[in-house]
Nanobody
Framework: QVQLVESGGGLVQAGGSLRLSCLAS????????MGWFRQAPGKEREFVGT??????QYADSVKGRFTISRDNAKNTVYLQMNSLKPEDTAIYYC???????????WGQGTQVTVSS
């Protein structure tokens, strides 16, 4: 069982930056594949990026602006968001899954609002 808690959201002007954190409780954090997703008002939840042992992947919409990293000693995964745009406004969620499985653990989300 893994519990995830996101933090770091807020209100920022376009062009600004935010860093989201996702703290995981439970054992064997380093064995989990971690992902970031977001859901804007009236839209489906969408993939932002994921970090695995093989590497990091990003959605095209955030590539070059967002960076995912993790600190296994701190049971934390980060999402550094730069050059933010109003269309990045959404609730951001972190999620965890084991290899070969769908994402099975989700945080409660943190709101990111980018003003123009």
């Amino acid at each position: 069982q893994v519990q995830l808690v996101e933090s770091g959201g807020g209100l920022v002007q376009a062009g600004g930056s935010l860093r989201l954190s996702c703290l995981a409780s439970g054992r064997a954090f380093s064995t989990y594949i971690m992902g970031w997703f977001r859901q804007a008002p009236g839209k489906e939840r969408e993939f932002v990026g994921t970090i695995t042992r093989s590497g990091i992947q990003y959605a095209d919409s955030v590539k070059g602006r967002f960076t995912i990293s993790r600190d296994n000693a701190k049971n934390t995964v980060y999402l550094q968001m730069n050059s933010l745009k109003p269309e990045d406004t959404a609730i951001y969620y972190c999620a965890a899954r084991r290899l070969g499985k769908n994402y099975e653990y989700w945080g409660q989300g943190t709101q990111v609002t980018v003003s123009s």
